[in-house]
């Protein structure tokens, strides 16, 4: 069975320091990892996506299928950067399955 | 721009009460989906619909239903609310060929007392 794994409820930075969001998952196919962001208030929405490996904001993560990790990283947080943050897996054509999220905050 | 529009902010109902949330998408999108959000959870599918009519359990169906009568609108169903079920609900929808691109709504605040 499809599992994800966030094992950070909060995480906590400072303005300028680097940032790794940890997202590992359990499936046996071929995944399909992504990332999704909700700012205060506003609705949740689409970050990135390993099948682009594009940058957004700054946000990089790369999929490590031995590792079985979708890690979300950016080098230099900034304070619009706090959100909560949502690892999910895609596998298949079945539905999205979602990490139980991570509250980032970035300390001035 | 997607726009995914659920039609109550916040709800308050009593236990019992027959609750309906409703989603209006403006993007001909065919799959439309229902989560409740809950700390310490995430976000879990109740329903999800991939046509006009069609409807599948997702994770945690037990307490709700939904109707799909129309593509751009999915209704989700508490037929007797009960307090476990005080929750953020959030819609969603797609394309067809980007299942899991998924564009959400602002959520509704349910409580029920």
């Known amino acids: 069975a499809q599992r994800v794994t966030q094992p950070e409820k909060l995480l906590s930075v400072f303005k300028g320091a680097p940032v790794e969001l940890k997202c590992n998952y359990s499936?046996?196919?071929?995944?399909?990892l992504f990332w999704y962001v909700q700012y205060s208030r506003q609705r949740l929405q689409l970050l990135l996506r390993?099948?682009s490996r594009e940058s957004i904001k700054g946000f990089t993560a790369d999929l490590n299928k031995g590792e079985t990790s979708f890690h979300l990283k950016k080098p230099f947080a900034q304070e619009e950067d706090s959100a909560m943050y949502y690892c999910?897996?895609?596998?298949?054509?079945?539905?999205?399955?979602f990490g139980t999220g991570t509250r980032l905050t970035v300390i001035p | 721009d997607v726009k995914v529009t659920q039609s109550s902010r916040y709800l308050v109902k009593r236990t019992g009460e027959k609750v309906f949330l409703e989603c209006v998408q403006d993007m001909d999108h065919e799959n439309m989906f229902w989560y409740r959000q809950d700390p310490g959870l995430g976000l879990r599918l109740i329903y999800f619909s991939y046509d006009v009519k069609m409807k599948e359990k997702g994770d945690i169906p037990e307490g709700y239903s939904v109707s799909r009568e129309k593509k751009e609108r999915f209704s989700l169903i508490l037929e007797s609310a009960s307090t476990n079920q005080t929750s953020m609900y959030l819609c969603a929808s797609s394309r067809q060929g980007s299942r899991n691109i998924q564009y959400f709504g602002a959520g509704t605040r349910l409580s029920v007392l």
């Open positions: 999910a897996l895609g596998p298949g054509a079945n539905n999205l399955f």
């Open positions: 499936y046996s196919g071929s995944p399909e």
């Open positions: 390993h099948i």
